[in-house]
């Protein structure tokens, strides 16, 4: 089934009969006014404009806490999963590939079980974005990682299939769909800041002292980030006996990052803020030399002292330290 | 009917058969994994390291003392620095504990065979050499002359001593011991340089080109020997050292031991010299 097009004035169907593969995520803005990913109770808290979220999706499957073990009775036992069926709508290509690369890091080898549960029970439904001055993705037009994508077109939007889960939502919206030759995307306008080389970038440049100088290691760019996944894992007794072993979200920019007995292998900020994007630009192994950052921009929108890592990714020429 | 895969997660049950003093802050703990544990604890290669679970403390990365039995026994050298080997060191005999593993690089075992091997151990860092000592000693005709250098702070720090010595009696390998300085008097049966590991290393003859060293201590030791072994005739790639760094997962998830764009839980922790050069946080 190609050319699917859906009508504006049928997304709210649309979206009821998203309701039937599972709890209905989407963007919405809070109280606060921050925009955000949460159960849409009514349509017309759909934020579907949004540039970015400042929690990335990457909450529902990494939660930020979460039992992995509980234990007692001389014995360690696997943490429940209690992962239900789950429809995020609304997604961003950026985001899309950032869930892409932590299937990479959760799913590949010894699969993480709690991960895997979740990622199984998922359905995205991918929509293309407008850039702004954060952005810096490579390309934003649409992505492949997901289950259905929706990109605009006039009073509507162009629905694509990417998994057999989304022919079957297909199939389920059939009554509310029309046949509409789709258009090619649009080139995307906003500002594009593909590395060049990273690896060079991560050698002794006077921008990290510079960065280091101002950075007051927070850890919101690693918080925000769709593709951070350190964790730590931590043990909590109780107090009629056994107890349960964690895991929640870690930073590495936070100074016990690398602590070990007696001894601290990134002490200083700057070997962290270079830790941090060296893992990201360049990869750890088993993920060596892929780049995860997905240009989403989030780093730099909620950086407290506007740190920009595309200085460090721009061509050498340009860099002015 | 195929076993489910055991999940990465979850520790094998064990328990504390009994623990042995070694000094004032260091025992060595020897653990009873249950026996579900030995297909994978059997591939144990000297060097890797496993994560000890003690129940409401946490877990912890350690590289074995030795390799382990034929029915899974570990021991496990541990000092007593932190949350969780705390409450170890207050574990009675039968406590329960948990293990998962081996993880990461070893020894390169097969690429050492027939050559002479080199060790040199500083204070803790006797422990993984330990593994990779008893493996050599058990497989003697496999590999030239082996060498023990080990330095401790002073004489009562200085772990395993009396079974070093008779090790080194039995004539399978040659023994140097030396300590920073020494406060107490030294009985008869015990013989040490006094002084700093390199500088036993200034005055030792060997084939260095044809030798393997392994290297286990604290960070500035490294520093000094791999330097003195390079100018001594050792190939940077047959420099092998054994890092440490605190693994929460073991299975290159975590990110917290990263060394460069390596991870010390999958790429080591046996790293050779010649890989970790110009990474300024790798030593």
């Not at chain 1, 800041?193 to 440049?205: G, N, T």
């Not at chain 1, 590495?252 to 270079?274: I, K, Q, S, W, Y």
């Not at chain 2, 949350?83 to 574990?91: G, Q």
């Not at chain 2, 002073?154 to 070093?164: G, I, N, S, T, Y």
Request: proline share 8%; charged share 20%; with cysteine.
């Amino acid at each position: 089934m190609a050319n699917n097009f859906l009508k504006i004035s049928r997304l709210d169907q649309f979206l009821e009969t998203l309701r039937l593969f599972g709890e209905l995520h989407a963007p919405t803005v809070s109280e606060s006014g921050v925009h955000r990913f949460s159960p849409l109770e009514d349509p017309d808290e759909l934020h579907l404009d949004y540039r970015r979220t400042q929690i990335p999706p990457k909450k529902y499957l990494f939660p930020f806490r979460e039992e992995i073990l509980h234990y007692g009775g001389g014995g360690y036992r696997e943490g429940h999963s209690s992962a239900g069926d789950l429809v995020i709508f609304g997604v961003h290509s950026c985001d899309l590939e950032g869930i892409a690369y932590l299937d990479r890091v959760f799913l590949a080898d010894r699969p993480d079980p709690g991960y895997a549960a979740r990622r199984s029970r998922l359905t995205l439904v991918g929509i293309a974005c407008e850039p702004d001055d954060f952005c810096f993705c490579t390309a934003a037009t649409e992505s492949a990682s997901c289950d259905l994508f929706l990109s605009a077109g006039q009073d509507g939007y162009h629905i694509t299939s990417y998994s057999a889960r989304g022919s079957a939502l297909l199939s389920a919206a059939d009554h509310l769909l029309e046949e509409r030759a789709a258009q090619p995307s649009p080139a995307i306008s906003g500002p594009c800041y593909p590395a060049q080389d990273p690896e060079l970038r991560f050698s002794d440049h006077p921008l990290w002292q510079k960065f280091a100088s101002t950075c007051v290691s927070c850890g919101a760019c690693s918080v925000c980030c769709p593709t951070c996944y350190c964790f730590d894992v931590r043990e909590y007794p109780t107090l009629s006996g056994g107890g349960t072993r964690i895991r929640e979200w870690d930073n590495c920019l936070f100074a016990t990052h690398g602590e070990v007995a007696g001894a601290n292998f990134r002490p200083d900020r700057l070997d962290r803020l270079r830790y941090r994007f060296l893992h990201k630009y360049c990869g750890f192994t088993p993920l060596q030399g892929m780049s995860s950052c997905v240009g989403c921009g989030r780093c730099k929108e909620f950086c407290p002292v506007d740190i920009d890592l595309r200085e460090l990714t721009v061509a050498p020429e340009k860099v002015e330290p | 009917m195929k076993q489910p895969q055991h999940s990465p997660h979850v520790p094998y049950a064990a328990h504390l058969i009994e623990r042995r003093d070694l000094s004032e802050d260091t025992a060595l703990f020897r653990i009873a994994p249950e026996p579900g544990a030995l297909a994978e604890l059997s591939s144990f290669v000297p060097g890797q390291f496993v994560q000890l679970s003690v129940p409401d403390a946490g877990e912890v990365p350690i590289s074995p003392a030795d390799l382990p039995t034929p029915e899974g026994t570990l021991e496990l050298c541990v000092r007593r620095v932190g949350h969780v080997t705390d409450l170890l060191h207050k574990l009675q005999p039968g406590a329960p504990l948990g293990v998962r593993g081996p993880f990461g690089c070893g020894f390169p075992l097969p690429e050492m065979a027939g050559h002479p091997v080199l060790l040199l151990a500083g204070g803790l860092g006797i422990a993984p050499l330990r593994s990779l000592l008893m493996h050599l000693l058990r497989h003697r005709d496999g590999y030239g002359e082996i060498t023990l250098m080990y330095g401790a702070k002073q004489p009562k720090l200085m772990l395993f001593r009396q079974e070093l010595a008779a090790l080194a009696a039995d004539g399978g390998m040659r023994l140097y011991l030396t300590v920073d300085f020494a406060p107490e008097q030294l009985d008869g049966s015990f013989s040490c340089a006094l002084g700093l590991l390199p500088d036993l290393l200034k005055g030792f003859r060997f084939d260095a080109a044809d030798t393997y060293a392994a290297v286990c201590g604290p960070p500035p030791l490294y520093r000094c020997l791999i330097s003195d072994l390079e100018a001594g005739g050792v190939a940077p790639d047959r420099i092998l050292l054994s890092l440490e760094r605190r693994m929460r997962c073991g299975v290159g998830r975590c990110c917290h031991c990263g060394i460069g764009q390596k991870l010390c839980c999958l790429d080591g922790p046996v790293f050779r010299a010649s890989d970790l050069k110009g990474i300024p946080e790798a030593l």
